[in-house]
């Protein structure tokens, strides 16, 4: 009877001890186990008018992931019926992106096994970068948190026209994201004029 436990038992603490001296040895215990972790967070979009002739756009966005590597979409439905091919299509914006560093913190793990993306992002310290496309453009990306937030930069390189800035995302109860940015005609960045947008997630 006692072989029965004592044997599982033994068992169990070489597979545990084996399992923290591979993550002793090869990175931070919480960084492997973060990369083998899926997550995912879908939520709501809206874009209010820029002008006060302009419309709202609304949507949703998924991000889909497993440790360092993700991918993420933004889809605004019958927005195709009023923007341009070249800006938008049904397909939406499609983006992949990847976490360069990261720090992984208590709070993190426990915010990713309740499910709560949303408090992980914010709890965790880290810098990546993306790519994205819609329609008829392509961009890139580098983002990193900080104090809270989550400030990067971008770049758009469309088929008549480029944008280039930065952005900020803060949690104010919900996911604001405010964008300071130039568009310019291809490669004629001294006709370059500046926007400012803020996006609620």
Known sequence: M?????????AVFIIISGFTAYGLTNGNLED??????????????????????????????????????FTFQIKLPGAEKAESPLDYTKEGLNGTGKLDTIEITYNTIQALLSRD?????????????????????NGTGTFRSQNDEIPG????DGPMT??????NIKNENRIILTMNYVYYPNGQISKAKKLNDTIYM
């Not at 006692?2 to 033994?10: F, H, R, T, V």
């Not at 008018?49 to 949507?59: D, F």
């Not at 480029?162 to 952005?167: K, R, S």
Request: charged share 20%.
């Open 2 to 10: 006692k072989n029965k436990i004592i044997i599982p038992i033994i």
């Open 32 to 69: 492997l186990v973060f990369d083998k972790m899926t997550y995912n967070y879908t939520s709501h979009i809206w874009i209010p008018p820029n002008s006060a002739k302009g419309g709202s756009l609304g949507g949703y966005y998924k991000i889909q992931g497993q440790g360092r590597d």
């Open 117 to 137: 993306f949303k408090k992980a992002m914010f709890e965790t310290k880290f810098s990546g970068n993306f790519n994205m496309t819609c329609a008829a453009w």
């Open 153 to 156: 930069t971008f770049k758009i």
């Open 162 to 167: 480029d944008w280039e800035g930065t952005f």
